[in-house]
């Protein structure tokens, strides 16, 4: 059967035409389900830079063609993958909300002659599995590094960590562990729960008795973040003086105003807030606002995708619009640009993205809304994570 389906997208690829009018992407994402809000944002994201730098590309016009993966299916994203190579004739791969989706996809990509260009999907290992895949997102070891210093800096001596029991989570409980070490700290538990965990009180109280002075946490962005910040409140943790730090993933955007109050002073490390103030960042959240509908509910994994189609259009480009993987990745390694983000740069040696990282605080506006303030930069970081990964 593998035999059969590889001889399928080999038969598509070589039967492609050279120069097509129309150049089809293949994204796949979370579009329903309880993640469907961040797959609503990949969607915002794509529209955004479709709508401020067109849909053609030379003679050739984008068409983004969508498959729906509501929840975490290594072999349901693989069959989706396979289909979009050999019945929509996709050029491009990208999306991927979630680490084992992304995975399962990589075996295909060479026989496939076509470029995976991860959106979100933030084990540092992807990169490693082919050399066709490139990050415009981030990883949990580029964001849960530099948290580990700004703990330590603010006094606290031990720490409990608890994490999501899948590749991105194991990666930000050993980048916090790493860094938070290195800077004389010790982290004196680490709890690791199946993604299905929704009942965090029995967490928290072991949180309670484990003696440390603060939690570090990470979930995958969606109702099990908001659970758990919802549960270190109303378990007592914060009125008991347990400091929260966390990847941004904890404190996205589109949860705020469901937590409120209770999220204020939170201090979470991350590529992106929704309030970066510059120029680039105005205008994206401009035209993303009006692509989502709705600009509560814009969050991080936006950018990632916005950011993706430019490294997409750059292939493309590149390319001439021929069906060439290795000349379209080749071509944007080493690549900068300025990103709603900030600064960033694919780089060469990796394929993953080197950004600046934000430290941010949950901050309540005159208005009554709330959002991530930054408060300090971490300037040109990238994944210390792929040294582990090896």
């Known amino acids: 059967m593998k035999r059969l389906v590889l001889a399928a997208i080999a038969a598509v690829v070589m039967g492609s035409a050279a120069y097509a009018d129309t150049i089809k992407v293949g994204v796949v994402g979370p579009f329903s389900g309880p993640f469907a809000l961040q797959g609503k944002n990949f969607k915002a ?22 498959r729906d993966l509501p929840a975490a299916d290594p072999a349901q994203s693989k069959a989706l993958a396979q ?146 910040v919802k549960a270190y409140n109303e378990n007592g943790l914060k009125d008991a003086g347990i400091k929260f730090f966390a990847p941004g993933d904890l404190t996205q955007e589109s949860d705020l105003p469901a937590l409120g109050d209770a999220a204020l002073g939170i201090q979470t490390t991350f590529h992106y807030a929704v309030s970066h103030d510059s120029p680039e960042n105005k205008a994206f959240v401009e035209a993303a606002s009006k692509a989502i509908g709705n600009p509560a509910e814009l969050s991080f994994p936006s950018v990632g995708a916005y950011d993706g189609m430019h490294v997409i259009y750059k292939m493309i480009e590149a390319t001439g619009g021929e069906q060439d993987a290795e000349k379209a990745v080749e071509a944007v390694k080493g690549l900068s640009w300025v990103s709603p983000r900030g600064p960033v740069t694919i780089d060469p040696e990796s394929r993953h993205i080197t950004q600046n990282i934000y430290l941010r605080e949950v901050t309540k506006a005159d208005d009554g809304t709330y959002y991530n303030k930054e408060i300090q930069t971490f300037e040109k970081q990238g994944d210390p994570g792929l040294a582990a990964a090896k």
């Open 45 to 66: 994201g794509i529209d955004a830079y479709i709508a401020t730098h067109g849909d053609k590309i030379g003679d050739d016009t984008i068409e983004i063609v969508y």
């Open 83 to 228: 289909e979009l190579v050999v019945k929509e004739g996709v050029q491009y791969l990208a999306g991927f909300y979630f680490t084992p989706d992304a995975m399962a996809v990589t075996p295909i990509l060479k026989q496939a002659n076509t470029p995976l260009v991860i959106m979100n999907a933030a084990t540092s290992a992807i990169v490693t599995k082919s050399p066709l895949v490139v990050r415009t997102s981030f990883t949990t070891w580029q964001t849960s590094t530099p948290i580990a210093k700004v703990a330590h800096d603010a006094g606290v001596e031990k720490v409990i960590s608890v994490v999501s029991d899948y590749g991105p989570g194991v990666d930000a409980e050993n980048a916090f562990k790493a860094g938070f070490e290195k800077e004389g700290g010790s982290v004196v538990e680490a709890i690791r729960m199946p993604l299905s965990t929704n009942d965090f009180s029995p967490i928290m109280q072991r949180i309670k008795d484990s003696g440390a002075q603060a939690v570090f946490a990470f979930l995958p962005s969606g109702p099990t973040t908001l659970g758990f």
